[in-house]
């Protein structure tokens, strides 16, 4: 038996899987190889063909989006520590948003903030 070395749990080594040097479980392993890409012409297009009248977020998605209408643009961690999520969920739940071209990354003062795609910023 050994271990998954993100998440911990009991793995045998034919449901274990090598990534960078690390020993993942499946699951882990899908979350490091399949996080989606906030640039990706393909999605954005995919999104925009698909997307409804009404536009439809999750709760994560939401909050982020809610967040960054209210204050404007926001650093990572002003976002992560102000919603207690992980560079991790925020990237991921991010990544949507953008594809449905809704909030953007943008440059301000030599920073990397996220702010709505219809700001200046």
């Given amino acids: 038996m050994m271990k998954c070395e993100k998440c911990k749990i009991d793995i045998t080594p034919d449901d274990s899987y090598d990534h960078s040097g690390k020993t993942l479980c499946e699951d882990c392993y899908l979350d490091v ?5 906030t640039c990706d012409p393909w999605a954005v297009y995919s999104a925009k063909k698909t997307m409804s009248q009404e536009v439809r977020l999750t709760a994560e998605q939401q909050k982020i989006f809610d967040l960054i209408k209210a204050r404007g643009p926001s650093t990572l961690e002003q976002i992560c520590t102000d919603l ?8 991921s739940n991010f990544a ?21 795609f219809d700001d200046e910023g």
């Fill in 33 to 37: 190889v399949a996080i989606p890409k």
């Fill in 84 to 91: 207690g999520i992980s560079e991790e969920e925020f990237r």
């Fill in 96 to 116: 949507t948003l953008r594809h449905m071209e809704l909030a953007k990354g943008c440059k301000l003062e030599g920073r990397v903030c996220f702010t709505l």
